[in-house]
């Protein structure tokens, strides 16, 4: 993981540096590497991987809205943090989907909320899961599993890429992938948050027009696990 900070304003600099150490210390793990720039252009000319970005608004030469669109054309798996005094740039700063907006002065607590949401996204977008089938293991991200149907003892992992046959059962898949990402709608579907495109009592629609069963009994609790999804990602 790479996180970087670009914020032309020392002070502010300085504290997002102390809470994202504080933050891993905390969690018992070593703090990834950490870079920080003062302007947009510096940010932009950087060649390195961008994880995690803490991105001011009001900064000399580009500012962070032009910024953080051209981040994000370039990867859309970019999670962005809009960090500024300002409110009235919030509309803009969603247009290209930020993950968080932070207002200044940071709060700590808050700001601690926030990043442990920022990683546990980052690990569901990057971590990989093997998928097995009789003619041999393939690795994707688990971003990208659309869904797990069951059929009888068939048991089918509908991907972006293509359709794989598992030789696992359903609760070796309830047991492997991230529950705060998946969720089983009923015994013959398990479906990915991400790809949902909408859903009614009795249905979910998802990317690739791949559909899952709603049991009644579940509709609730899948109803707020969504929203909570959705709200992660915001």
Known sequence: MRILICDDDALIV????KYIKNFFETIGVKCPELICFSDGESLLADEGEKDI????VEMPGMNGIYVGNELKRKNENIIIFIVTSYSEYLDEAMRFRVFRYL???????R???????????????TVKIPIETKQGVHTLPASSVIAIEAQGRKVTVHTTLCDFESTHNMQYWLDLLPENRFFQTHRSFI??????TDFDRSLVHMADNQSAYLTKRK??????????????TR
């Open 14 to 17: 300085e504290q997002l540096q």
């Open 219 to 232: 509709y609730s609790s899948f109803k707020e696990a969504y929203l909570l999804y959705l709200e992660s």
């Open 111 to 125: 700001f601690f909320r926030n990043m442990k949401d920022a990683v546990d996204l980052y690990h569901t977008m």
């Open 53 to 56: 970005l803490f991105l001011d």
């Open 103 to 109: 207002s200044k002065p940071l709060e700590q607590q």
């Open 191 to 196: 479906i990915n948050f991400e790809h949902v």
